[in-house]
Every structure is written in C-alpha cells, then in structure tokens.
C-alpha cells in the first residue's frame, strides 16, 4: 500500500492500473450482466424458472407473459434460447412429458408413447366430433370470421344446432356481428381450438390446396380427361371468372405489403453477414426487440401530440424573475364543464342556474324545518299567510295595550298631585320601556 502511495505521489502510476474491464465496453456483455444482476438468475436457474412458470399454470403460457413474470427488459433472444434448451432436454427417452409450443403459448404436455400408462388415472371425457360437426368447424377455422348464413350456404342445409354443439364445446366463440342485413352473429375460433388440435396459431393449419390433395374420391377424374373435355367439348359450358374480377385481384396482390422496417433490417444484416462488411451482425431478435422499441416510441409520440396538457400549454417564455412562477403554465380555461338541462339538453345560464339553486335551496330548507318541528312537538307550523296574520294581530293587541298603560299612568300622575305627590318620573320610565 505504501509503495502505491509513493508511485501515485511520484506521478510513476501507468494509464494500465486504472483500465477497466473489456465487459464494461462489450454491449453484449454488458446487457447479459444487467438481466442477472435484475433477475438473480443465470442461465442454468433461468431454465428452472421457466420451466416453474410453465409448470405451475394450466394453461399455455404466451413468451411475452414469461419475459413480463422475469423481467420485462430481459432480450428475447436470452428467453428463446432457455426454451429451446429446455425442448431439447424433455424430448430424451427418459422424459415422459415434452416442452410444446401450442395455442400461442408454452405448454408442458405428455408423450403419446406413455399416454396408455395414465389413460386410467384420470378420467377425461373424450370429445366427441360427428362427421357434421367436423364439416362446420372446419368451414369456421377456415373461412373465420364467417357468419351463420354463410355456413348455410356453403353447407346447403341448416346450421344452427351444430354451431351451438361447438359453442358448448368452447371451439367456437361469437368474435362480432356482420355489417349484413339484420347484423347476424359471426363466429371464430378459440384457445381451446388450437389446445385440443395441437396447433401453436392459426398459421398452422394445413392449407386448402393440401387439404384438397389429400381428399381421394372414385368419381375424380384425371388430368388427361379434364384437358381432352376442355379441348373436345363445349368451351360455353364453363363458366370463367370475369376479366374485371381478375384486375381487382391482381390489384388487391399488387397493393400488399411485402416488406417492413423489421424485414428490411433482416435482409440488411443477413446481407452484411454474407458479404462480410460487418463481423458484428445483428441478430433477428436484436432486431425484433429494436423494432419494437421503435413502434412504441413512435406510438408514444403519436399520443403526446394529441393530448390535451401539451395542446393548451401557452408558448415558452423567456424568464426574467425565477420568484414570479408558475412559468408556462397550460392554459387554464372555464369551458371544460358545463351544466346542462337534461329535459331540454339545452346549457343551464349561470345566472338562472344560481337563481333555480337558491329558489329550491330556501323551499327545500323550509320543508326540513317543518318536518323537524312537527316531529318534536307534534303541531305543524302555519303558513306564510297564517304567520303574516297572527303578526298584524299581535302587533294591534300591542298598540292597544300599550295606549291603555299610558292612560292609567296619566291618571295616576294627576291623582297624585292632589295629595302633593309628584309621580312624573312614571311616564318618562312609560315612554322609556316602550
């Protein structure tokens, strides 16, 4: 320790003794230590982890769900390599169960293999399809989102009861309702489709042409024969699609887009990769995950500019006095709220508005007291009139009074003199009490 203090203190310390490590400069590395800082996971206990999650939940469980239960800033690439590790890993003969994508999601499932060994374990209902059901189930996947109408053209006979045997069933779920005269119910697909047809998206189904291959009928004829009945026979007995119909088609092939941002950058670095201009490639989940960012920075964006606080906000100002504040404040404005008549619809006047609260708020106010008072003593109170009345009374039995006290006291005063008794004071006591 000392010897480095003499070193530092003598100016002989070398640029090497401060370098730091090369992982702080490795992006790729760097990225790796901040998810197992976060997480406390490495890859070994990452598989377990998700191997945990899968477990655990009886229903496949989407990538996206994983990353958000672990880490929501964890790389994709990071996740989809723990996935395939673990497939790899429960496909071995020693493995009863097996990693499989399916429904959009990861889901643990067992091997057909060892299927007979717990058939008796657990009860399952088998679902049973009739040929028909089949046949509207397949008009649905295919041809999703379809309406009942529909099926009943494509099919020729009535529907109904079969589409309500797949709704009970949960293949087959209402998605909306058609734009069709009496908007009639449409239907698609749902989870519990692609579970039970071991299929991870829609995507994997079998397209109709193969479809079509596979179905073998005796009444099918061969090629030679449709070319010989073309070429042989009657060319008005077919019926082609309509030249206008073909443009419309064409147009609608030509107007799809074929390429995005995301495949562009793919065939961007996979054209590097090739030609070798760049050793640091980027990889199709690099780029995914960039992309992504991307979108919702942009649909961020998109909502910062519409948003309210920013559309009233008053142009920046320069500031002189940093005690004056607020500085540009949004502008504070008094339509934001206002009452409305809900008889007519029409905007309540503020004046009339306080005018029609007052007015209520004094009947309102009477009522109460009112009730309050025949409550306690049992008696009501009298009206407006009754009370005006009674007052005019008491007021005249007051006068009278008050006139007659005055004649008693001026004849007690005079009585008084007679016997030499000065009993003014009386009437200045009167006048003051009244």
């Known amino acids: 320790m000392e010897n480095e203090m ?17 992982e702080f400069f490795d992006p790729a590395k760097q990225e790796e230590q901040l998810w197992q800082a976060r997480t406390g996971l490495n890859y070994d206990t990452l598989c377990g982890a998700i191997e945990t999650i899968i477990f655990m939940s009886d229903r496949p469980v989407p990538l996206m769900k994983i990353k958000k239960m672990l880490d929501e800033d964890m790389p994709l690439n990071v996740l989809h390599d723990a996935l395939v590790k673990l497939q790899t890993e429960y496909e071995a003969t020693h493995h009863g169960l097996r ?8 889901q643990f499932r067992t091997k057909a293999t060892y299927s007979k060994y717990v058939q008796d374990l657990f009860k399952v209902n088998a679902l049973v399809l009739t040929p028909s059901v089949l046949e509207v189930l397949a008009i649905i996947a295919y041809k999703q989102p379809v309406s009942k109408p529909e099926i009943d053209k494509i099919r020729g006979v009535d529907s109904a009861h079969l ?30 489709f692609l579970e039970v047809f071991n299929l991870s998206t829609l995507e994997s189904l079998p397209p109709e042409h193969e479809l079509s291959d596979l179905a073998k009928s005796s009444d099918v004829g ?24 073909l443009d419309q088609l064409s147009e609608s092939i030509k107007n799809i887009v074929s390429e995005t941002d ?6 961007s670095e996979e054209k590097k990769r090739v030609e070798g201009q760049n050793p640091e490639v980027k990889t199709a989940f690099e780029i995914l995950e960039s992309y992504i960012e991307k979108e919702r920075v942009i649909e961020q964006n998109r909502k910062s500019l519409t948003s309210e606080s920013l559309s009233l906000a008053e142009g920046p100002k320069v500031v002189n006095d940093l005690t004056a504040g607020p500085f540009n404040a949004p502008i504070a404005t008094e339509d934001d709220f206002q009452m409305i008549d809900l008889d007519t619809g029409l905007p309540i006047e503020p004046e009339k508005e306080d005018l029609l609260f007052k007015k209520n708020e004094e009947k309102d106010l009477a009522e109460a007291l009112d009730r309050a008072f025949f409550e ?38 005079n009585n008084a003199k007679s016997l030499d008794l000065d009993l003014e004071f009386l009437k200045d006591e009167v006048n003051q009490d009244s």
Request: net charge negative.
């Open 163 to 192: 589409v309500r045997t797949l709704m009970e069933k949960h293949l087959v779920k209402i998605v909306g309702r058609s734009e069709d005269v009496g908007h009639p119910s449409i239907y698609g697909t749902t989870q519990e």
């Open 222 to 245: 061969k090629i030679c024969d449709i070319r010989q009945i073309c070429s042989e026979g009657d060319k008005n007995r077919f019926v082609f699609d309509e030249l206008a119909e």
């Open 6 to 22: 003499e070193n530092i203190v003598s100016g002989e310390v070398t640029v090497s003794e401060f370098d730091l490590a090369t």
């Open 262 to 267: 995301f495949t562009r950058n793919l065939m």
């Open 99 to 106: 990693l499989q994508e399916v429904a959009e999601g990861y």
């Open 376 to 413: 306690m003593t049992g008696e009501k109170l009298p009206s407006n009139e009754e009370a005006d009345f009674n007052l005019v009374e008491a007021q005249n039995f007051f006068d009278e009074t008050e006139q007659k006290l005055d004649a008693v006291t001026a004849a007690v005063v």
